[in-house]
């Protein structure tokens, strides 16, 4: 595989963990407002201890398992874990993936924030696993995007990550990606027809302006016609995106690089599925795209088992 341009990827650091903190915040005062778990201390004595063991109930891959600590920790919460999986390994049916232990009241209340963060995670890495897996034999990289939950996203690209995925740009902030709306704007602000090549040249010469400390990044630009394809690719652009073409126009798009601008990526994106990917892998584009990684991810079945000061185990 030829050299090609990449984002930062998405690992557990400063940043992510803040996120996380906020997250959690607002996911304590959902379940507490600004009171008390009525039903926990209606029940359990404040100086009750117990055990309890977060289980698949179906397959999938570990993500967010190296983050249940910092939760605990930011709920304030009396309990000990302890992570039985690495973020990224397989796991399968009836695996425990960590044991908590400590106050009884703080891991009842602790409970449903735990399942809801890593049900999530491990459900976005399960996902990218299976695209990242379908196209495994095949020279091409699978990417998120930002359809991403709101408050979100470096988690859930960190859990694409653990998935076996790439990341595409974090935000705005790190990639030019000149889309058909900026386009459609600059043609609306200048009462004429802006073409993508246009496009790709004013942005170089504003990353040229840039101060060398803000760092090198990328353009790419989105190409929905053949036509354009041909037009942009003199500018050498980093990365062209091929939104929404059939299997045979992506064919000819990799022909038409490889005669103009073999150093240029050909990224393939828009409406693509399971069923669909290998075929579009197959067509020799470097990258794909893939909104669904994490927009329609939903959540994986995950339960909590107790064992209250070392008695018999029951599901919760």
């Given at each position: 595989?030829?050299?090609?341009?990449?984002?930062?990827?998405?690992?557990?650091?400063?940043?992510?963990?803040?996120?996380?903190?906020?997250?959690?915040?607002?996911?304590?005062?959902?379940?507490?407002?600004?009171?008390?778990?009525?039903?926990?201390?209606?029940?359990?004595?404040?100086?009750?201890?117990?055990?309890?063991?977060?289980?698949?109930?179906?397959?999938?891959?570990?993500?967010?398992?190296?983050?249940?600590?910092?939760?605990?920790?930011?709920?304030?919460?009396?309990?000990?874990?302890?992570?039985?999986?690495?973020?990224?390994?397989?796991?399968?049916?009836?695996?425990?993936?960590?044991?908590?232990?400590?106050?009884?009241?703080?891991?009842?209340?602790?409970?449903?924030?735990?399942?809801?963060?890593?049900?999530?995670?491990?459900?976005?890495?399960?996902?990218?696993?299976?695209?990242?897996?379908?196209?495994?034999?095949?020279?091409?990289?699978?990417?998120?995007?930002?359809?991403?939950?709101?408050?979100?996203?470096?988690?859930?690209?960190?859990?694409?990550?653990?998935?076996?995925?790439?990341?595409?740009?974090?935000?705005?902030?790190?990639?030019?990606?000149?889309?058909?709306?900026?386009?459609?704007?600059?043609?609306?602000?200048?009462?004429?027809?802006?073409?993508?090549?246009?496009?790709?040249?004013?942005?170089?010469?504003?990353?040229?302006?840039?101060?060398?400390?803000s760092g090198k990044i990328p353009?790419?630009?989105?190409?929905?016609?053949?036509?354009?394809?041909?037009?942009?690719?003199?500018?050498?652009?980093?990365?062209?995106?091929?939104?929404n073409m059939s299997i045979a126009?992506?064919?000819?798009?990799?022909?038409?690089?490889?005669?103009?601008?073999?150093?240029?990526?050909?990224?393939?994106?828009?409406?693509?599925?399971l069923d669909t990917v290998r075929?579009?892998?197959?067509?020799?584009?470097?990258?794909?795209?893939?909104?669904?990684?994490?927009?329609?991810?939903?959540?994986?079945?995950?339960?909590?088992?107790?064992?209250?000061?070392?008695?018999?185990?029951?599901?919760?």
């Amino acid at each position: 595989m030829k050299d090609h341009w990449d984002f930062p990827q998405q690992d557990i650091s400063e940043t992510l963990l803040d996120d996380l903190a906020q997250l959690i915040h607002l996911a304590v005062r959902e379940d507490l407002d600004r009171g008390l778990d009525v039903t926990t201390v209606a029940l359990i004595p404040p100086d009750a201890t117990a055990a309890a063991t977060i289980v698949a109930r179906q397959p999938g891959v570990a993500a967010g398992i190296e983050l249940v600590a910092s939760v605990v920790e930011v709920m304030g919460a009396n309990v000990a874990t302890e992570p039985l999986f690495r973020d990224g390994d397989l796991f399968e049916i009836g695996s425990e993936l960590v044991r908590l232990s400590g106050a009884a009241r703080d891991l009842l209340t602790c409970e449903r924030i735990l399942l809801n963060l890593l049900s999530r995670l491990c459900s976005v890495a399960s996902t990218t696993r299976r695209f990242v897996e379908r196209v495994s034999d095949l020279p091409v990289r699978i990417y998120d995007t930002r359809k991403t939950t709101p408050g979100w996203r470096r988690l859930e690209k960190y859990a694409v990550r653990c998935g076996g995925g790439r990341n595409h740009r974090a935000g705005l902030y790190d990639a030019v990606l000149i889309k058909d709306n900026h386009l459609a704007c600059c043609m609306a602000g200048q009462q004429r027809i802006v073409s993508p090549a246009e496009c790709v040249v004013k942005a170089r010469e504003f990353l040229r302006r840039r101060p060398p400390e803000s760092g090198k990044i990328p353009i790419e630009i989105e190409v929905d016609t053949l036509d354009q394809l041909r037009s942009v690719l003199p500018t050498r652009p980093d990365i062209v995106l091929l939104d929404n073409m059939s299997i045979a126009m992506m064919r000819e798009a990799v022909q038409v690089r490889n005669e103009i601008a073999p150093e240029v990526e050909l990224e393939a994106s828009g409406g693509i599925h399971l069923d669909t990917v290998r075929d579009v892998a197959s067509t020799g584009v470097d990258r794909i795209s893939i909104g669904a990684l994490t927009h329609s991810a939903g959540s994986i079945d995950l339960g909590l088992d107790w064992n209250w000061s070392g008695g018999k185990s029951a599901q919760q």
